[in-house]
């Protein structure tokens, strides 16, 4: 919700100077600037919705299991992009294929726009070739294989540049989503660092000395030492620093709109920032001090374990069904499915990765109750 919040803010303004600077979007088209804010929120809003639990490390759990674990059994049942797709399972990916999957009765899944939908896709290629290049739109990967064709008929009516070699799926971002990005990196820099200092993870005193650059222009010294509380002073300096970071990605993707446009933009808009030493230096912090912290790692480790045993089970049962062998456990199991990954009409490919989505799905909460179900700790 924050980075929406943020990533509204931010193309508003954006907008604003984009009608200035091209007045007929506004007197032929009808674009209004609320329109560019209104996009970049509705795709930040639904920026990690395709994420596992456990954060990033579930997405490598999960690729871990059909890599090095059991699943990799199921490599000779694959082409070589879908298994990639399963292997390097991929948050952003997963979040296109929620946008966009239909069901019966479900045509379009959500039937975002197609400017939102350009605007959510960071990583405009499929999983193979990896990394093709340096550019920030090569890093990952942003459709699986089962929506490649939704994918393409998204680009080709944005009009989005492709980059690709040979057969390779692969485009320029829409320019819209290096803003969605900024609000992202802008909330996960500031906001972040805020949460970690109120749980007591990091003092208080490095906010001020983190912060000060960032909000040395515009900060009331007078409010600020006026303030009691440690909650009011960290959110005083979290709104004047947001606020900096977002006038400088505005003024970053305007002097860079020539080259985002022509697809040759190659960093991410904070990557360039005036003040990426200071953001580099905030994120480093947090990084230390609460993302390496003994509770996180403990966390992901167990994380490990819980989605390589589930995705085991549900597999297993799945594709015994499918051809015939289910045992009476298996049956079993596949009754506390959802229905819609119960399937097993399809190929094994789109068994397999509906049940990565379905693994996806879940809240690190309900990732351990299932776990202690299917391991027999729980009633």
């Known amino acids: ?67 090095n674990g059991n699943g990799s059994n199921y490599r000779t049942l694959l082409s070589e992009s879908e298994y990639q797709d399963i292997i390097d399972f991929e948050g952003n990916a997963n979040g296109f294929k ?11 899944g959500l039937r975002l726009s197609y400017a939102t939908l ?143 446009l022509k697809g040759n933009y190659a960093t991410s808009l904070m990557d360039e920032s005036r003040y990426k030493a200071q953001i580099k230096d905030i994120i480093a912090l947090s990084i230390n001090n609460m993302y390496q912290s003994k509770e996180v790692i403990e966390k992901e480790i167990a994380g490990y374990k819980i989605i390589s045993d589930i995705l085991d089970v549900y597999c297993t049962a799945l594709i015994r069904t499918k051809n015939g062998q289910a045992s009476s456990y298996d049956r079993l199991m596949l009754q506390t499915l959802p229905e819609f990954y119960r399937r097993t009409h399809i190929t094994d490919y789109g068994i397999l990765l509906g049940t990565c989505c379905y693994v996806a799905s879940l809240s690190d909460r309900a990732a351990v109750h299932i776990h202690n179900k299917i391991m027999g700790r729980q009633l």
């Open 118 to 260: 350009g605007a959510f896709m960071k990583y405009p290629k499929e999983s193979l070739p990896k990394k093709p290049s340096q550019h920030i739109a090569d890093k990952k990967f942003g459709f699986f294989q089962s929506e490649k064709h939704a994918f393409q008929e998204i680009a080709q009516e944005l009009g989005l540049l492709k980059t690709g070699q040979n057969n390779a799926i692969s485009f320029s971002r829409h320019p819209l989503t290096y803003l969605v990005e900024a609000a992202d990196d802008i909330c996960y820099t500031i906001i972040d660092f805020e949460d970690g200092i109120n749980l007591g993870l990091i003092s208080e005193d490095y906010a001020l000395e983190y912060l000060i650059k960032l909000v040395k222009d515009t900060i009331n010294t007078k409010k600020y030492n006026a303030l009691a509380y440690q909650e009011d002073r960290l959110s005083y300096l979290r709104a004047l620093a947001i606020n900096t970071l977002i006038m400088d990605a505005i003024e970053l993707f305007m002097a860079n709109e020539e080259a985002i």
């Open 1 to 67: 919700l924050e980075v929406s919040v943020v990533g509204r803010s931010l193309c508003r303004i954006t907008g604003k100077k984009l009608l200035e600077k091209y007045p007929h979007l506004q007197q032929v088209h009808g674009y209004q600037f609320n329109d560019f804010g209104a996009i970049v929120a509705a795709a930040a809003l639904a920026h990690d919705i395709g994420n596992p639990p456990f954060g990033h490390s579930g997405e490598k759990a999960i690729g871990e299991y059909f890599k």
């Open 98 to 108: 929620l946008l966009t999957e239909s069901r019966l009765g479900v045509e379009g």
